[in-house]
């Protein structure tokens, strides 16, 4: 009895010391995302300064109009199948599913080509972005260059290929920031500015292709025609629920500076929105990272073993919290003085709009990279749901003002806590999912 008893014990700490190096492993290719994505932004930090001195303000203005559409529409490019890629225990399903996303990219190119030359201003009066009309014809490739560009990764996730992913980042913004400086130099404006945005996406292909290019040769003698269609219906809950998930939260994160500028105006609107930038930067660095590194792991587990992703989920979620203390401690303490003394005394709203999101944002670093379990257990309605109930939380709040008398920080801080209590109950609802499973 009492052998079993310590065979029971040492499988069970064998097993934890197993999870544990996978939560490691996890981290240290999210540092090596990290790092890609830091050098990214320091390179666009530099460069930012040369590039607001060639162009002016209605120029950089047309290039958030630009942005703003193609963020819009870029859902579109994969169908997000590209989720998807990471999942399939065989490379031989992969390989199907890295096609249709290659055909849906090419496709959905091909169709804004010949719907722009055509209905291009009724398509940007819709949008309200008639000053991107003169460049219609950059959408088309840049929706190509996106969607390849999504599907390259998805697979380099898939084979944790993340030092190339990494590298890829670097180029993008290194050559787009080259682009836009020249071409703004020769007097190209706003043009510089777009094509530069453009170039970044496309530029990064060759190189990721190049450096994934023995992986797709070892698998593509597997590509099948004839399977196209059965894994297209296999993974149709990518399409149909991951993608207008996927454009749900691309309203919602646009619509607190829209009914800010709407309510407080657009000066208001502005504070807001250097405060969401700057509290999305640790995001960015490493919320984004984790996630992406997290999903490779857990998709390379499968759904068959719940209680070995519970465990290593449990394993990210303790790092992740020691993470999100300096950066939560930092902004809710320093971001009032920190952005008069970084950005001027005129930016003083944004640094209290700051500390305010700083409590959303500790919460979403933590609770954010679990949501690609219900990709893992096959559970996409649910993720609908969730971005359903997030968009009315959004609206909700920011109708407060057509019946309350309410200031912007008192504004501010309902949508703060109840983005966190979304954030935590959605958290809830993932390990929810993987206990039913175990």
């Given amino acids: 009895m009492q052998l079993l008893k310590r065979i029971i014990e040492k499988l069970n700490k064998s097993r934890f010391e197993d999870n544990e190096k996978k939560s490691k492993g996890i981290f240290r290719n999210m540092l090596l995302l990290a790092s890609g994505t830091a050098t990214a932004q320091l390179v666009a930090f530099i460069t930012l300064p040369i590039i607001t001195r060639i162009y002016s303000p209605q120029d950089l203005g047309t290039l ?12 579109l490019t994969t169908l997000k199948y590209s989720n998807a890629v990471p ?31 055509f209905y291009r201003h009724e398509v940007f009066s819709f949008l309200s972005a008639m000053a991107v009309v003169p460049y219609w014809w950059l959408f088309p490739i840049a929706l190509l260059g996106i969607g390849l560009y999504e599907t390259l990764v998805a697979w380099a996730t898939r084979k944790k290929a993340f030092k190339q992913v990494s590298i890829s980042r670097v180029v993008q913004s290194v050559l787009g920031a080259l682009v836009k400086i020249v071409l703004g130099i020769f007097g190209l404006k706003p043009l510089g500015l777009l094509f530069g945005s453009v170039a970044s996406q496309v530029s990064a292909l060759g190189g990721l292709f190049a450096q994934l290019k023995k992986d797709f040769e070892m698998t593509v003698y597997r590509f099948r025609y004839s399977h196209i269609k059965y894994t297209a219906r296999r993974y149709l809950d990518f399409p149909l629920y991951r993608l207008p998930s996927q454009l749900l939260l691309i309203v919602s994160a646009q619509a607190p500076i829209i009914f800010t500028a709407i309510h407080f ?9 250097l405060a969401i930038g700057i509290v999305g ?48 401690l930092v902004l809710f303490f320093l971001a ?26 500790l919460v979403q670093f ?19 749901r969730i971005n359903v109930v997030r968009l009315l939380i959004v609206f909700s709040i920011f109708m407060m003002p057509y019946f309350f008398d309410l200031a912007v920080n008192s504004l501010i801080t309902f949508y703060s806590v109840g983005l966190s209590i979304h954030y935590l109950v959605t958290l809830f609802l993932v390990f929810r999912v993987i206990e039913q499973h175990s």
Avoid: H
């Fill in 87 to 117: 999942l399939p225990k065989t490379d031989a399903i992969a390989i199907n599913l890295l096609v249709i996303c290659i055909f849906s990219s090419v496709i959905t190119s091909c169709l804004s080509f010949v719907v722009l030359i």
């Fill in 336 to 361: 009032a003085d920190g952005f008069v003394l970084a950005f001027g005394d005129a930016w003083r709203e944004a640094g209290f709009f700051c500390q305010i999101l700083s409590v959303y944002l």
């Fill in 366 to 384: 933590i609770s954010s990279p679990f949501v690609n379990v219900l990709s893992v257990f096959e559970k996409q309605w649910m993720y609908l």
């Fill in 281 to 328: 930067v640790p995001m960015g660095l490493v919320g984004t990272s984790t996630a992406q590194a997290y999903y490779a792991e857990i998709a390379r587990i499968g759904k068959g073993q719940a209680a070995e992703v519970k465990e290593v989920s449990i394993q990210v979620m303790k790092r992740l919290c020691l993470l999100s203390v300096i950066p939560f």
């Fill in 265 to 273: 105006g657009t000066a208001t609107a502005g504070q807001l929105g």
């Fill in 64 to 75: 958030s109009v630009f942005t703003a559409v193609l963020s819009v529409l870029a859902p």
